[in-house]
């Protein structure tokens, strides 16, 4: 599985477009090959700072999913949004079964 974590901070009179945006994205992503979950969180310290969280199941559905137009016109609009240019983690992860 690979494991997504994607943090931006929006300006404060951006906040309402940007989770416009996001929640689009989300939704529009859930829908992929491969997804398993995709969420946008807002940090209860700073509202401006959006999390976003993303599950997939392999490294070639992820891909797939930064070749979607969508996803690339999503990275642009997002970060014309923000104050500092968003980042974007990848970790690769298997599941420990809890006893």
Known sequence: MVIVIGNVTVREDALEQA???AHAHVERSRTEPGCISHAVHIDTENANHLV???QWQD????????????SASFISALGELAVEA???KLYTADEVPRH
Do not use: G
């Not at 559905?61 to 969508?70: D, G, N, S």
């Open 19 to 21: 989770l416009a945006l």
């Open 86 to 88: 968003p980042t974007l």
């Open 52 to 54: 976003f969280l993303e």
């Open 59 to 70: 490294m070639d559905a992820l891909q797939q999913h930064f070749r979607v137009p969508e």
